[in-house]
């Protein structure tokens, strides 16, 4: 038998798939928004993007501490 390829401890294991399920909603949340201001011509605010951009790196930060430990 092959051992998986991420060993992922038992705990971890629900808020892993939680947040990538969640993940995946964004992305497709952002392909709406951008699909929408396509379609309508009218670009969302720079300011709304940066502050998501930090959003998400707050998240990869995280991560990395966790991955680091």
């Known amino acids: ?8 401890a ?12 969640t ?10 928004i951008r699909d929408n201001a396509q ?9 709304l993007v940066a502050s998501f951009q930090e959003t998400y790196q707050s998240i990869v930060n995280a991560l990395a501490e966790a991955a680091s430990v």
């Not at 379609?39 to 300011?47: F, K």
């Open 1 to 8: 038998m092959r051992e998986p390829l991420v060993v992922i």
């Open 10 to 21: 038992p705990k971890q294991t629900p808020v892993i798939n939680r947040l990538h399920e």
């Open 23 to 32: 993940m995946n909603q964004a992305l497709a949340y952002a392909g709406a």
């Open 39 to 47: 379609d309508d011509g009218q670009p969302i605010p720079l300011e």
